[in-house]
């Protein structure tokens, strides 16, 4: 279930996405605090995983989370998982959301007792 619904975007135990958060360190959560977070995303999003939306002069329109920035540009980490840097002087608007890039309905994808495996898959010890 995880490699299907969340490694796109997940690292676990160093295999998958870095577009969210790494959950290898989950396990020792609650398992209905996992639960609430797969199927709320957006009830606690950590600052560093909020949604930057910026708009360029050339029309462009980019969201991610900020992964790096300088004085002159503005990387963001999109949900595809690529990273796209933006000079600061071809903004035309920049936006900080505090939704996340996770997908709200993920569990919809998923067949009765999926949602039970993936979470005793992220708080077992592999």
Known sequence: MFLQSCSACHTYNGEGGRVGPDLTGVRNQPSDALLLHILVPNYEVAPSYQTLSLVTQDGRSLSGWLSAESDSSLTLRTAAGTEETV???TLTSMNVSALSLMPDGLEQT?????????IAFLKSAR
């Open 87 to 89: 000079l600061r002087s």
């Open 110 to 118: 998923m067949q009765p007792g999926d949602l039970t495996h993936l």
